[in-house]
């Protein structure tokens, strides 16, 4: 009787695992022929000024921070590192976005 319990939740993991990339495969093929260039280039050219500026505030506060660690203020230095990492990550995402909707 156990047996038969676990057949059928087996049978319909191992169907829905067979298929599952098949399908994602079909879905990914639309996506990749109708990605590129997307975007007007004037909004790609101001998706890629953002994340340049992002990159180059992150840098400042990264200096900043330094400056504050070699003052012994490490709060106010890991404070700003934070700051830093954030900036960093948000210019990472505004490059991905550039790549996705503006790369041709």
């Not at 087996?10 to 079909?26: C, D, E, H, K, R």
């Not at 200096?63 to 660690?69: M, V």
């Amino acid at each position: 009787m156990n047996t038969s319990r676990t057949v059928l939740p087996n049978t319909i993991l191992f169907l829905v695992s067979l298929f599952n990339p098949i399908l994602g495969l079909a879905e990914t093929t639309d996506i990749d022929t109708t990605t590129d260039g997307l975007w007007k280039t004037a909004d790609c050219k101001k998706v890629s000024e953002h994340a340049g500026a992002l990159l180059y505030l992150s840098v400042e506060l990264l200096k900043k921070a330094d400056a504050e660690r070699k003052k012994g203020k490490e709060n106010q230095s890991d404070e700003l590192n934070k700051g830093a990492m954030f900036l960093s990550q948000l210019s990472a995402n505004a490059a991905k976005t550039f790549e996705v909707f503006c790369k041709r």
